[in-house]
Nanobody, 119 residues
């Protein structure tokens, strides 16, 4: 099993960059990729960005340029930098691990961290 814990959220002013962390523990060698998702109030959860175990990354088309995903393998941590956030970036940000266990694929989610951007 894999456990994920997010941190770094909080209340920030618009334009004040913020970096979120997602720390993985447990069977981390089974992880294929980790993605950051967000769920704004009253809306569906959506993908922000994903990074695979080889370091390749991909972004939601509408968010590229405003978010940066990176990883530190030694710390089993994936980061999401929100560059110059806007009030519409207010959401619960969660990370998800895509793993392969005994030949089967499954997902693990963290509990999320709230980001509130004030204007």
């Amino acid at each position: 099993q894999v456990q994920l814990v997010e941190s770094g959220g909080g209340l920030v002013q618009a334009g004040e960059s913020l970096t979120l962390s997602c720390v993985a523990s447990g069977s981390t060698w089974t992880i294929n990729s980790i993605g950051w998702y967000r769920q704004p109030p009253g809306n569906r959860r959506e993908l922000v960005a994903v990074i695979n175990k080889d370091g390749g990354s991909d972004y939601n088309v509408g968010m590229k340029g405003r978010f940066t995903i990176s990883r530190d393998n030694a710390k089993n941590t994936v980061y999401l930098q929100i560059i110059s956030p806007k009030p519409e970036d207010t959401a619960v940000y969660s990370c998800k691990a895509d793993v392969t266990e005994a030949g089967w694929g499954r997902d693990y989610w963290g509990r999320g961290t709230q980001v509130t951007v004030s204007s």
